[in-house]
């Protein structure tokens, strides 16, 4: 049996002194920091808040050991049966998949802090925490006698736990299963309407799906006094991080919906139906997939339906939600030039940050205007009689409970026997192409009696002279986005470049009243470059720039379109 101890000498330097007994049998053993962590497919380099890293025999005496690379320790083991292995993690960060500790709570993300070597990896492990016995632990591992227990080194590496004085929790049930929501921090929970609402979402996708591929599960909400939101999915559990506080029964509560039923969601769509090139996790090194489209668009786009199909959102609230990836599927140049397979490649390059401007396309946005597309796609060749819900479920019969990874080949034969029709054009033009997809989507819209317009965007910067600014302390106006093509563009304004003056009139934190202002006439910009003052005349270029989309009911919708709505949104 694998042991970890965890314990917090100093809460306020934040290190947690971590403890792991590992049994080896050979002369050498190798041990491993994970790189990185499911859910974030780019690498975490966790090594790096690992201090005072040591091994010894069980009697104490220290091993020889070498560091081979960045997160690999290469150990002489001296006829040792078990090897003790100690070191210090710095725990500083706090958001839902990572680790912290300090006076109030011992949060750990396992996958960020536990050590491993490949021949232990499927032996029990047993967990002993250090804390206060006032503190509870919300976790999804077992737990006896104040320890606790995964079954092997996947389980514990994913299975976050929350040691702390301030935890709340309720329970519900839904098929069988029993879900818990804990709530770690200051918040003041509505827990008759969060009841009722999750109780809502968790009994529709189950009635969908048929079963849940775990027996417990447990939401660990991370409530913080300032502005948080972030969701990490785990097979028994989820950390979700919101705040402030005082908004999370208030404006944030579509948030704290929207994020637990998308990680719910992905209990089975990633946890269960994995892709092919992550069956196992690798978790020395990048384990690259296009699949993101499957994992992050399908469980977003249906992450949010849930919600409606099953009455927590009415029509117009989930159009919000669809609204916002349209307009962020519109805005984005890089829909031009990458596809969503190859970015989804290349989270482990720059996918969580805007990067490159134009470079890429986002797997959440692309994937979930896809995957509403299949689903209308399938609903229209099986007479709504079939959608992408059929298409996950057998997914999940067929390859998840099987054991079997998911390939993007696999992804297709699936929709393609759903439907009997061909996925060839969606799949190359859209999924691995980049041809523009307006028309499509506001025929899949029309399918469900919904229309798609767009109108004027309403700021003159953004619409007629195509930039979006950030004001600057002094009142300028920073570029932190230009529309190509746009006056701007055309005219040699570069990102990051400080609006001061316009027309030789100074800017503060007006620019835009005096573009308008100035709209028949030339424009004269002057900014602050790299220490330069430069000015540049702006062209006239007749034309709107990021015009605002959204989507609608049609006024009157005919018997089909009635109809395509029905087997939509149930
Ligand atoms: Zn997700």
């Not at 020395?284 to 469980?299: D, I, M, Q, R």
């Not at 919000?320 to 969503?340: A, C, I």
Request: hydrophobic share 35%; glycine share 8%.
């Amino acid at each position: 049996m694998v042991k970890f101890s965890f314990s917090v000498p100093q809460p306020n330097t934040q290190y947690i002194h971590i403890e792991a007994t590992i049994p080896v049998k050979e002369e050498q053993t190798t041990i491993h920091l994970p790189a990185w962590r499911p859910g974030r497919y780019e690498l975490g380099n966790f090594a790096k808040n690992v201090w005072n890293f040591k091994v010894t025999d069980v009697n104490q005496n220290g091993l020889e050991f070498q560091k081979i690379n960045k997160d690999t320790w290469e150990v002489e083991t001296s006829g040792s049966k078990e090897i003790l292995v100690s070191y210090n993690y710095y725990a500083s960060e706090l958001n839902a998949g990572s680790t912290f500790a300090d006076k109030d709570q011992l949060y750990v993300n396992p996958v960020n802090c536990c050590v491993f070597t490949k021949e232990t990896f499927n032996d029990p492990v047993e967990i002993t925490l250090d804390i206060s016995d006032k503190w509870e632990v919300a976790t999804s591992l077992e737990s006896k006698d104040g320890k606790c227990y995964a079954e092997n080194t996947e389980e514990l590496l994913d299975s976050p736990f929350i040691a702390s004085g301030m935890l709340q929790r309720e329970s519900y049930e839904s098929h069988g299963v029993t879900f818990h929501v804990w709530f770690n921090g200051i918040v003041k929970p509505d827990w008759e309407r969060l009841i009722k609402d999750f109780q809502a979402f968790t009994d529709s996708q189950i009635a969908k799906f048929a079963e849940f591929p775990v027996k417990e599960y447990h939401y660990l909400n991370q409530i913080l006094p300032y502005k948080a939101y972030h969701g990490v999915e785990h097979t028994k559990s989820t950390v979700i991080a919101l705040g402030p506080s005082y908004e999370v029964f208030g404006s944030l509560y579509k948030e704290l919906l929207g994020v637990s039923s998308h990680e719910l969601y992905h209990t089975w769509n990633v946890k269960t139906i994995r892709p092919a090139e992550m069956m196992p996790y690798d978790f020395t090194k990048e384990n690259y997939s296009p699949l993101g489209y499957l994992c992050e668009g399908v469980t977003t786009y249906m992450g949010d339906l849930f919600l409606h199909k099953s009455g927590v959102f009415n029509l117009e609230q989930y159009l919000d939600e669809m609204n916002t990836q349209l307009q962020r599927h519109f805005d984005n140049q890089g829909r031009f030039h990458y596809s969503v397979a190859e970015s989804s490649f290349d989270t482990w390059l720059d996918g969580y940050v805007a990067g490159a401007p134009g470079r890429k396309v986002s797997i959440y946005t692309e994937g979930c205007l896809l995957a509403f597309i299949t689903d209308v796609k399938l609903l229209e060749a099986t007479k709504n009689k079939y959608g992408l819900d059929e298409v996950m479920k057998r997914l999940f019969f067929q390859f998840g409970l099987e054991g079997k990874g998911v390939s993007e080949a696999d992804y297709k034969a699936m929709v393609e026997s759903v439907g009997k029709f061909s996925f060839d054009e969606i799949f190359n033009d859209y999924i691995h192409g980049t041809k523009p997809f307006e028309s499509l989507l506001t025929y899949c819209f029309d399918y469900v009696g919904l229309e798609l317009q767009h109108q004027p965007e309403e700021s003159y910067a953004a619409g007629r002279l195509g930039f979006k600014y950030l004001n600057s302390s002094r009142g300028g106006a920073i570029i932190k986005a230009m529309y190509p093509g746009g006056p701007a563009e055309l005219g040699g304004l570069m990102l990051d470049d400080e609006i001061v003056a316009v027309n030789g009139l100074e800017v503060k934190n007006n620019v835009n009243e005096w573009f308008k202002y100035l709209d028949d006439e030339q424009k004269e910009v002057t900014v602050f470059r790299g220490g330069k003052l430069l000015t540049f005349t702006l062209p006239e270029v007749n034309r709107y720039f990021y015009n605002k989309y959204s989507v609608k009911p049609v006024k009157d919708p005919n018997g089909p379109q009635k109809a395509g709505m029905k087997a939509w949104a149930n």
